[in-house]
C-alpha cells in the first residue's frame, strides 16, 4: 500500500491511496470443443429426424401461439364491439329521454301560452264590448241632448210666443 501526498481541493485535503499494484490481466483462451469422429450413416438419419421434430414442434408452438393471438383479438374486437353497442344503447336511450323532456317542457310552455291568450283574448273582448257600449252609451247620450236642447228651445219659443200673446191681450184691454 503506498501513497502519495496531500493534494489541496476546494473542500480540503484530498489523499490517493493505492492498494494494489495495477496488473495486465489477460483472457486466457477456451479450449475448442473436441472434434467429433465421422458419424455413421444411421446417426446422421437420427439427427436430421430429430431436427425435423424440433422443426416441426417449434412450427406447431408457433401455429398455437398464432392461433391463441387470433381469438384474443378476435374476443377483444367482440368486447369492444359490445362495448360500443352497449354506448350506442345508452346514448340513443339518453337522446330520447331528453327529446321527450325537451317535447313535454314545449307542450307546456303552449299550453301556458295558450291559456295566456285566451285570458288576454277575453280580456280584450270583454274591453271592446265595454267600449262599443260605451260609444253606444255616448250616441244615446247625445242624441238625448240635442232632443233636450230642441226640446228646450221649442219649449222657450212658445213660452215667448205664449207671453207675446198674453201681453197683446192686456194691451187690448
Given amino acids: 500500500m503506498s501513497g502519495e501526498g496531500p493534494k489541496e481541493s476546494t473542500g480540503g485535503l484530498a489523499y490517493e491511496v493505492i492498494l494494489k499494484p495495477a496488473t495486465k490481466e489477460s483472457n486466457p483462451r477456451l479450449p475448442s470443443p473436441p472434434k467429433e469422429k465421422l458419424t455413421s450413416h444411421e446417426e446422421l438419419v437420427k439427427k436430421l429426424q430429430q431436427a425435423e421434430e424440433r422443426r416441426q414442434s417449434l412450427e406447431l408452438q408457433k401455429k398455437e401461439q398464432i392461433e391463441k393471438d387470433r381469438i384474443k383479438a378476435q374476443e377483444?374486437?367482440?368486447?369492444?364491439?359490445?362495448?360500443?353497442?352497449?354506448f350506442a344503447k345508452e346514448t340513443d336511450a339518453k337522446l330520447q329521454q331528453d327529446l321527450e323532456e325537451k317535447e313535454a317542457k314545449r307542450k307546456a310552455r303552449l299550453e301556458t301560452l295558450k291559456n295566456r291568450l285566451s285570458d288576454h283574448l277575453k280580456k280584450v273582448s270583454d274591453l271592446s264590448k265595454a267600449a262599443s257600449q260605451e260609444v253606444v252609451d255616448i250616441d244615446l247620450l247625445k242624441t238625448i241632448d240635442k232632443k233636450l236642447k230642441s226640446a228646450e228651445q221649442k219649449r222657450t219659443a212658445e213660452l215667448n210666443k205664449n207671453l207675446e200673446k198674453l201681453k197683446n191681450h192686456v194691451s187690448s184691454l
Avoid at 377483444?76 to 352497449?86: I, M, S, T, W, Y
Fill in 76 to 86: 377483444a374486437r367482440k368486447k369492444v364491439l359490445e362495448e360500443e353497442e352497449r
